[in-house]
């Protein structure tokens, strides 16, 4: 079992900066791929990015790169999302999930956390 629990959601003005978090706990949290994903109202939930295990494979949509980061420290066994740049059609709850495989797909993931409120003012 892994459990994850998203952070650092918030009100920002549009062109601005978030940074989320995604604590994950659980014996064998760090070998699993964590994604981030995004729905907004009225929505299907849609892919953001996804980190490896190692950190060596990353992958993002195309509506967030160049403008978002992902990265993890297993140390901490937590995972980030920088974005910068924000836009309105960035408003969305945001979920990080933990994959046995390298996906983009919500059926690939099998554990969820309970999302963070994201919200840019125009």
């Known amino acids: 079992q892994v459990q994850l629990v998203e952070s650092g959601g918030g009100l920002v003005q549009a062109g601005g900066s978030l940074r989320l978090s995604c604590a994950a706990s659980?014996?064998?949290?760090?070998?699993?791929?964590i994604g981030w994903f995004r729905q907004a109202p009225g929505k299907e939930r849609e892919f953001v990015a996804v980190i490896n295990w190692s950190g060596s494979s990353i992958f993002y949509d195309t509506s967030v790169k160049g403008r978002s980061t992902i990265s993890r420290d297993n140390a901490k066994n937590t995972v980030y999302l920088q974005m910068n740049s924000l836009k309105a059609a960035d408003t969305a709850v945001y979920y990080c999930?933990?994959?046995?495989?390298?996906?983009?797909?919500?059926?690939?993931?099998?554990?969820w956390g309970q999302g963070t409120q994201v919200t840019v003012s125009s």
């Open positions: 999930a933990a994959a046995g495989t390298f996906g983009i797909r919500p059926h690939d993931y099998d554990y």
């Open positions: 659980g014996r064998t949290a760090g070998n699993y791929s």
